[in-house]
């Protein structure tokens, strides 16, 4: 039986590792000088607003009695997580092979730490751009953050499972990552980022909902809009796939972790 004095100097440890891994990816990326880390906020707030301001001039401002703004919001930023947290880990573990010289830092530390980076940043920048655009009356108030919340942390999960299975597969087979940009432009037709499901025909609807990502769509929309709109989801539905994802992806990470760091 592990004792406490030995478990606490063990998370005191992992907590020092975590920070710093953080802390180094934030200035590699980021750098010190300029907006930095502030980008972050700004860049998918710009991003949004625009794709907003396209479809509010060639669409209208409500499509199916939903307010089109409200609509890309809630697709796009939790798209953006995903984007995030996947795109990032592409040769994660060859990258920060040289880490692995100091004992306390393993392969498993450098991915979780991209992850927690990812999700975290991407959650404030989420939060950021919604508080500005709902302060000038672009966006609605949310019926229930509850909901809101379930439905990221879902989208957040599918991201770390995806994320996870980049990280094995880019290490295990370079040409994987070529194909990359093109699945993550490929997936949106099916992923419900820019339509809702009640839009589509029966026979479609059903079909997508096999597909992972709506149910993380569709989750923050039920809490967004209320029970005005009509939505589908199933969120242990969405939190399997991720567990699955991540299954795959950590036995990747095991199977060519000992190849990187000889």
């Known amino acids: 039986m592990i004792e406490p004095s030995t478990l606490r100097r063990a998370l005191e440890e992992k907590d020092r590792v975590y920070n710093a891994l953080i802390l180094r990816h934030i200035m590699g990326r980021y750098g010190r000088g300029n907006i930095g ?8 707030m710009l991003l ?25 919001f809630t697709g796009y930023m939790p798209l953006t997580l995903w984007r995030h947290m996947t795109n990032s880990m592409g040769h994660v573990m060859r990258s920060s092979k040289f880490l692995m010289n100091y004992r306390m830092i393993s392969q498993y530390d450098v991915i979780l730490a991209r992850l ?16 500005v655009l ?20 879902i989208m957040g999960a599918l991201g770390f499972g995806g994320g996870a299975l980049m990280a094995g597969i880019t290490e295990a087979n370079e040409v994987v990552e070529k194909f990359i940009p093109a699945f993550q432009y490929l997936m949106l037709p099916f992923s419900g980022c820019f339509f809702m499901l009640s839009w589509l025909p029966d ?31 199933s969120p242990s539905y969405g939190f399997a796939w991720a567990l699955f994802l991540a299954g795959c992806g950590f036995l990747i990470i ?6 990187i760091e000889g």
């Open 37 to 44: 880390f502030l980008w972050t906020f700004i860049e998918p």
């Open 48 to 72: 949004c607003v625009g794709v907003m301001a396209i479809w509010s001039l060639t669409k209208g401002g409500v499509e199916h009695g939903v307010q089109l703004t409200a609509v890309v």
């Open 116 to 131: 927690f980076i990812e999700f975290f940043s991407t959650s404030g920048a989420a939060l950021f751009v919604y508080i």
């Open 134 to 153: 709902n302060t000038f009356g672009i966006l609605p108030d949310v019926y229930d953050w509850s909901r809101v919340i379930l439905g990221w942390l």
């Open 203 to 233: 026979s479609s609807r059903e079909a997508l909902l096999y597909v992972p990502f709506p149910h993380a769509f569709e989750t923050i929309r039920a809490g967004f809009f209320g029970p005005g709109v009509m939505t589908y989801s």
């Open 254 to 259: 095991r199977m060519v972790r000992d190849h």
